[in-house]
Antibody, heavy 118, light 113 residues
Framework: EVQLVESGGGLVQPGGSLRLSCAASGFTVSNNYMNWVRQAPGKGLEWVSIIYSGGRTYQADSVKGRFTISRDNSKNTLYLQMNSLRTEDTAVYYC????????????WGQGTTVTVFS | QSVLTQPPSVSGAPGQRVTISCTGSSSNIGAGYDVHWYRQLPGTAPKLLIYGNNNRPSGVPDRFSGSKSGTSASLAISGLQAEDEANYYCQSYDDSLSGWHVVFGGGTKLTVL
């Protein structure tokens, strides 16, 4: 079964760090375009970052220089290292797969909650 | 403010047809980038509904259809059912001065009357 399972969310103070993990099963992370998408409480979806199969990465302007997307091919796992966290980073973070350009985000995890409180 | 603009809400009676618009610009939809649509029920992850402007993943009923023209796209839902009540999001790509990004619309809440 194709599945994504996120973990690593929690409570953190402003300026702190967290690392989110997204374990994949049923497919190979490194052969796909993997994304992080977040949703603040009561708000819409906001794209955070992408890592292509070739390794190139892009980030949203709101997280550039603070968040880093990466993957461990041996563990078939996607990561999001979040540094210098702000209260506005509070959200449910989803990892999502795109199996290629034009396919959309066709597999989503259940999400993990990050709360940045002061 | 989202790069792609959607109406905050739409509504329709059971059996009716509703459309949800998604308006972009020359740096995203108008540049030829594909548009995808997602449905999200409260407390759950989004689900892909339409990909590549007008294609349905396996399992999505043909009541759902997508179209794209110029700098806009639309999602149409015919034969409205109570279980269609959800939030709907469009998604595309944007290549502007600040770089390449995946972009979402702000979302549209569909209410079935």
């Amino acid at each position: 079964e194709v599945q994504l399972v996120e973990s690593g969310g929690g409570l953190v103070q402003p300026g702190g760090s967290l690392r989110l993990s997204c374990a994949a099963s049923g497919f190979t992370v490194s052969n796909n375009y993997m994304n992080w998408v977040r949703q603040a409480p009561g708000k819409g979806l906001e794209w955070v970052s992408i890592i292509y199969s070739g390794g190139r990465t892009y980030q949203a302007d709101s997280v550039k220089g603070r968040f880093t997307i990466s993957r461990d091919n041996s563990k078939n796992t996607l990561y999001l290292q979040m540094n210098s966290l702000r209260t506005e980073d509070t959200a449910v973070y989803y990892c999502a797969r795109s199996s290629g350009y034009g396919t959309g985000l066709d597999v989503w995890g259940q999400g993990t909650t990050v709360t940045v409180f002061s | 403010q989202s790069v792609l603009t959607q109406p905050p809400s739409v509504s329709g009676a059971p059996g009716q047809r509703v459309t949800i618009s998604c308006t972009g610009s020359s740096s995203n939809i108008g540049a030829g980038y594909d548009v995808h649509w997602y449905r999200q029920l409260p407390g759950t992850a989004p689900k892909l509904l339409i990909y590549g402007n007008n294609n349905r993943p396996s399992g999505v009923p043909d009541r759902f259809s997508g179209s794209k023209s110029g700098t806009s796209a639309s999602l149409a839902i015919s034969g409205l059912q109570a279980e269609d009540e959800a939030n709907y999001y469009c998604q595309s790509y944007d290549d502007s001065l600040s770089g390449w990004h995946v972009v979402f619309g702000g979302g549209t809440k569909l209410t079935v009357l």
